[in-house]
């Protein structure tokens, strides 16, 4: 792992040197004075991605964090998308030798499309999927209405308001029972308790609660204090644990795959009635095969974002069986959901934020 972040962390860095050589071609007209300026200011941008890390557990100005951490993760999207338009404009001038607008056009170009992708981030979507289960009536309606959230990554990212935002968004969709599939916490529980975030989530409302599974990013902010913070809340934590809904569903919650003690599904599902629906929360969407051998008739996923932005997109499509949306295998229908918030920077791009308002009808 510390070899991938170092090279990672070159790769960075490489691709910072190439936009700041390129900007300085495109500017050499300038007065030597401007150039300083603009020089200093590109590279404190470009090391701010650092210093957010370095600082995500000081309890700092929660605004001025805020701007810092946007303005830091986004700037690796800039760099990735200037990076490939450059490429291509610099191929460009190897056919064309008068073409000399290209770091211009991209930095347009590149503005153009992070804008885009800020505004998409800004408005999640409800994506409203209807399942039917052949099991017993659930409830005096045979029906249950399921707002499933992810990967909202409390913290510097998103942090009170925006949180506010999303409750009010699923609280409008009147549901049965909000399952969390998780990463509700982002890196550090640190300004999630700052910004008692704990208020806000106590505000969520749905006749049968609020059920939630742990993510690797709990793990990452310290799972102690998460489970601390998340005791303060309606919020209940499901850890390899089985309960059964008032209307006789039984959820099943499943740890995180990179906690070695996670117990395997089959024993943990050994008291299910299978004449009752079972659904099965897990971050991951991994073990697939093995949710769908246990007889489970909803698995619901997390984690992969479905890339966030383009290309990753693609390259999580290559790295997980189902990286996202809907399909059924044998009597198990599968969700992977592409997250309500984000991790990093603010960004959908080939993307959508969404929340999955799931309403499932038994026959």
Known sequence: MGVFFSMMLLAYLAGNIYIFVRGL??????????????????????????????????RINVSMSHVLFEIGTGWLVFVLYM?????????????YKSFHSGFVLSLLVTLCVLAYGYFRYQHPVAKVIHLVIN?????????????????VHLGLGTVKSKLAKYVDMINAQEPDVVLICGDLIDNSIVPVINQQMQAELSMLK??????????NHEYISGIGECMQFLE???????????VTLPNGVQLVGRDDRSVRSRKDLTPLMRDIDHTQPVIVLDHQPV???????????????????????????????????ISYGYEQRAQTHIYVTSGLSLWGPPFRIGTQSEMAVIQVECR
């Open 25 to 58: 071609q495109a500017v050499h007209h300038f007065p030597l004075g401007i150039k300083w300026v603009l020089s200093v200011c590109f590279w404190v941008v470009a090391l701010s991605f650092m210093l957010v890390f370095i600082l995500r557990n000081a």
């Open 83 to 95: 990076v490939l338009l450059l490429g291509c404009t610099d191929l460009i001038r190897i056919f």
């Open 135 to 151: 099991k017993q009536a659930i409830g005096p309606e045979s029906s249950l209405k399921i707002v499933a959230v992810s990967d």
């Open 206 to 215: 749905a006749r049968y609660g609020v059920y939630m599974v742990l993510g």
């Open 232 to 242: 303060q809340t309606p919020v209940c934590v499901l850890r390899d644990t089985v």
């Open 287 to 321: 073990e697939i095969n093995e949710t769908v051998q246990t007889g489970a008739d909803l698995l619901l996923c997390g984690h992969t974002h479905n890339g966030q932005v383009w290309p990753l997109n693609l390259l999580v499509k290559r790295m997980f069986e």
